[in-house]
């Protein structure tokens, strides 16, 4: 009994939590915010069901805003997207039957960090818009179209709704323990919801430049899946589905993996939950989506650790939190219509300043060239060419830079008088050559060169000829060779 009590107390606080966000994501990415909530409910019944941890909470997720806005726009419409969708939750069961959920530990963490930095800019720029009013279309751009009127009374309920989430994380609120169980997404949106009641009774007149939310009314379960939209089947024709599902699967899939392994070191739990079985419920998760007309799936850290932080003791209070996000759609749409957008783009807007705070920067700056250049190559490539193109330019980089560390540090030439002393440090490749020669090239007529490589155990044939090479004129230029590791 006091399990169930703790985990009804988690499931509650933690449904309190992804409201809003499952409005407000959805939103975000142009959709209906019914979508949204259609979305956790998937995450927290079926993928809940079939996940491996007792602990992780799934739904739409903030740093897939992007991905869905520019996907939709490419493919052109809603229905098309969804197919890409389906293909995306076959591509991740493919990948968790594969086992390849242990690949997640070869993503260094340069790329990652870039990945969640350039999801906050991204989200930032794509709210402050709607934080100043806009309602149909998000983007800086809007700012400097001839027809944008900023809304004083958004940009107030966005401003109110930003400075209270900024106090609520604050070292001296967290000190009052009633309050912290509260999340202080929840009070941001009553905030605005409040102002929205206040306007109705004493200024009417500025309700219609504070946009809100819209939901539809259900009588019924016929009458939601009658609301739902299905996917577009002879979008199969059209090539950018593909890159669009490869997108998906892959940064839901990294998404879902980091944060089970944030959620491993909050709460340990044993045997540790299977990367490979996670894959399969959230390849099932998106499938479904895909096939319902919701939104991509993903675990995420920020509601788990609420789950976690509240007392939960088994997958009780995620699957409390579904049911309670379903039993809000179908009854209390009417009730949700009272919250403003600017509320949901203040809170989206503090998301992707965690995301992209300040001090990230400064951390990966600290690190050196070899941490910031790939982060900051990441970052650059997601703004500017897409998701899948800035990872891969962001792997790209951070090998090109760990191979030449490698290579520069598996051999070094010391001098010590007439004696150079060669180190070999590692098995050695084709790929050494070029280094290896021009170390070779600097040994003077009439040295003495000893060569140390007692934990080497293979030289590639192509550095055994320019090993045998240098050792062919060596005795003509008077160079003595000592341990020369190829005759």
Not at 1 to 19: E, H, I
Not at 68 to 84: I, Q, R
Not at 229 to 236: K, R, V, Y
Not at 418 to 444: C, E, G, M, S, W
């Amino acid at each position: 009994m006091a399990t169930l009590r703790q985990d009804t107390l988690a499931g509650v606080v933690v449904f309190l939590v992804a409201l809003p966000l499952c409005l407000g994501i959805a939103h975000a990415s142009g959709l209906p915010p019914f979508v949204g909530l259609l979305t956790g409910i998937i995450g927290g019944l079926l993928v809940t069901a079939l996940s491996p941890s007792r602990f992780a909470v799934s739904g739409p997720a903030a740093g897939l805003v992007t991905i869905v806005v520019a996907s939709v726009e490419s493919l052109g419409s809603f229905s098309a997207f969804l197919f890409a969708l389906v293909l995306a939750g076959v591509l991740q069961l493919a990948m968790g039957l594969l086992r390849a959920g242990r690949f997640i530990g070869l993503v260094p963490g340069s790329v990652i960090k870039g990945m969640l930095a350039a999801i906050g800019l991204l989200l930032i720029m794509q709210q402050i818009p709607v934080a100043l009013g806009e309602v149909e279309e998000s983007g800086l751009g809007q700012l400097f179209s001839g027809d944008f009127t900023v809304s004083l009374t958004s940009l107030f309920v966005a401003a109110g709704g930003l400075l209270l989430l900024w106090g609520w994380d604050s070292a001296a609120m967290k000190r009052i323990k009633s309050l912290s169980w509260i999340p202080g997404p929840l009070v941001a949106v009553l905030l605005g919801s409040v102002m929205v009641i206040a306007l109705s009774y004493f200024a009417p007149h500025l309700l219609p430049a504070l946009p809100r939310i819209t939901l539809p009314e259900f009588g019924s379960l016929n009458d939601l899946m009658a609301e739902l939209e299905g996917p577009d089947w002879s979008a199969w024709q059209n090539p950018a589905v593909y890159t669009v599902a490869i997108t998906l699967a892959l940064v839901a899939s990294l998404e879902t993996l980091l944060s089970q392994e944030a959620l491993k070191k909050l709460r340990p739990q044993n045997p540790p939950p299977s990367p490979d079985k996670e894959l399969v419920a959230q390849g099932a998760g998106n499938l479904l989506s895909g096939l319902v007309g919701a939104m991509p799936i993903t675990a995420v850290i920020v509601r788990s650790s609420v789950n976690v932080s509240n007392g939960a003791q088994s997958k009780f209070s995620v699957l409390l939190h579904g049911v309670l996000l379903l039993v809000c759609g179908l009854w209390f749409g009417e009730l949700l219509s009272v919250i403003p957008l600017a509320s949901l783009a203040a809170v989206l807007l503090y998301t992707g300043y965690k995301l992209a705070t300040p001090r990230l920067f400064i951390e990966q700056f600290r690190a050196g060239y070899q941490q910031y250049v790939p982060f900051l190559t990441t970052v650059a490539g997601i703004i500017v060419f897409g998701m899948l193109m800035g990872i891969a330019l962001g792997l790209a980089v951070q090998m090109a830079l760990s191979l030449y560390h490698c290579h520069r540090n598996a051999l070094q030439l010391a001098r010590r008088g007439d004696h150079y002393v060669l180190r070999i440090q590692q098995n050695l490749t084709f790929l050494h050559n070029p280094r290896l020669q021009a170390l070779l090239a600097k040994i003077p007529e009439r040295s003495v060169v000893v060569v140390e490589h007692e934990n080497v155990d293979y030289f590639d044939p192509d550095v055994k000829a320019v090993l045998r090479e240098f050792a062919k004129t060596a005795p003509q230029r008077g160079i003595d060779l000592n341990q020369w590791p190829a005759r």
